[in-house]
T-cell receptor
């Protein structure tokens, strides 16, 4: 069964810092990997989707990389802002099409 | 991106009642939808896979007679929590899978609804 781990569980940084969130998965036979943002009490906002054949995706200040062979993905956030404060979830899609989620990284960016 | 709606967004009910949650894909057809549950400060856990026109596939530990899933059309799946109890209080989120080919390229992505907060008193 696919297991997804996210490190760190929580992170607090001052505004302006660049930061990296890590995600690892146990089964490299994935279809794609997705990063989501979740604000407290809210649903999910999709940030980036990386197909299994891709190595990275970029959107604005966000960059996500995927290394299938090592079972790792990183989400890089440049020039963090207080509005980036949220929980970031990594999820991998397996052959059954369902998403397997990590427990998330809770990010706090202080002014 | 594609839009998935969920209704209701919040429901409070008495113990023993049944609650129906609707999940709709608004601008695409989804043969496969998924239902997830999220407890406070936990991640999303898959409950079941809903396939249009066939029975849902439930994850281990999820009672199919308690969580009834119906996927009667390509744009609508419903989750009914029967005889709800306080321990069923949770955040329920659905997703719909949009897949196909465009310009020779294959695409597939899941789009999530905004979630339903269920509180059972």
């Amino acid at each position: 069964k696919q297991e997804v781990t996210q490190i760190p569980a929580a992170l607090s940084v001052p505004e302006g810092e660049n930061l990296v969130l890590n995600c690892s998965f146990t089964d490299s036979a994935i279809y794609n990997l997705q990063w989501f943002r979740q604000d407290p009490g809210k649903g999910l906002t999709s940030l980036l989707l990386i197909q299994s054949s891709q190595r990275e995706q970029t959107s604005g200040r966000l960059n996500a990389s995927l290394d299938k062979s090592s079972g790792r993905s990183t989400l890089y956030i440049a020039a963090s802002q207080p509005g980036d404060s949220a929980t970031y979830l990594c999820a991998v899609e397996d052959s059954g099409y369902a998403l397997n989620f990590g427990k998330g990284t809770s990010l706090l960016v202080t002014p | 991106g594609a839009v998935v709606s969920q209704h209701p967004s919040r429901v409070i009910c008495k113990s023993g009642t049944s609650v129906k949650i609707e999940c709709r894909s608004l601008d695409f057809q989804a043969t496969t939808m998924f239902w997830y549950r999220q407890f406070p400060k936990q991640s999303l856990m898959l409950m079941a896979t809903s396939n249009e026109g066939s029975k849902a596939t439930y994850e281990q530990g999820v009672e199919k007679d308690k969580f009834l899933i119906n996927h009667a059309s390509l744009t609508l799946s419903t989750l009914t929590v029967t005889s709800a109890h306080p321990e069923d209080s949770s955040f329920y989120i659905c997703s719909a899978r949009n897949s196909g080919t465009s310009g020779g390229a294959t695409y597939n992505e899941q789009f999530f609804g905004p979630g339903t907060r269920l509180t059972v008193l």
